[in-house]
């Protein structure tokens, strides 16, 4: 069994044609984690400070951007992967040094919800109708 597996089993996303797979769609998810008071002063007081600390999980995640709140020690890492096991191993390393549960959301661009989000509620509502929801 492979170390990873791609999101979804491997399936693919569907457009607004109810049947045309979109392979076109990335995969992107928002990483985001506040670590603990306890955990952010341990973490200050190390040596370096917060930089390697980040570092280190930049490097992990190989992001395509992320942001860092400036009123709480609070990161949202933007990745765009389908490896789970990069996903799970990021979340196990918060937990460890941050003291914290990882949120993982998968998100889409502008660009890439108009093409799944006609398709999606279409098929949605149909399928309410004929459960006479």
């Known amino acids: 069994m492979p170390a990873s597996q791609p999101v979804g089993g491997g399936q693919t996303h569907h457009g607004a044609d109810a049947g045309s797979p979109r392979e076109d769609i990335d995969m992107r998810y928002m990483v985001r984690f506040e670590v603990s008071m306890e955990a952010g002063s341990k973490i200050d007081r190390s040596n370096g400070g917060a930089d390697p600390v980040i570092g280190k999980l930049l490097e992990l995640l190989k992001p395509e951007t992320f942001y860092v709140s400036i009123f709480k ?61």
């Open 73 to 133: 020690r609070e990161l949202f890492v933007i990745v765009n992967t389908e490896d789970m096991a990069l996903l799970s191993e990021a979340a196990h390393l918060i937990h460890l040094i941050g003291g914290t549960n990882a949120e993982v959301t998968p998100i889409m661009t502008p660009n890439e919800t108009m093409a799944i989000l006609p398709g999606a509620i279409g098929n949605a509502v149909k399928t309410a109708v004929s459960l006479g929801l």
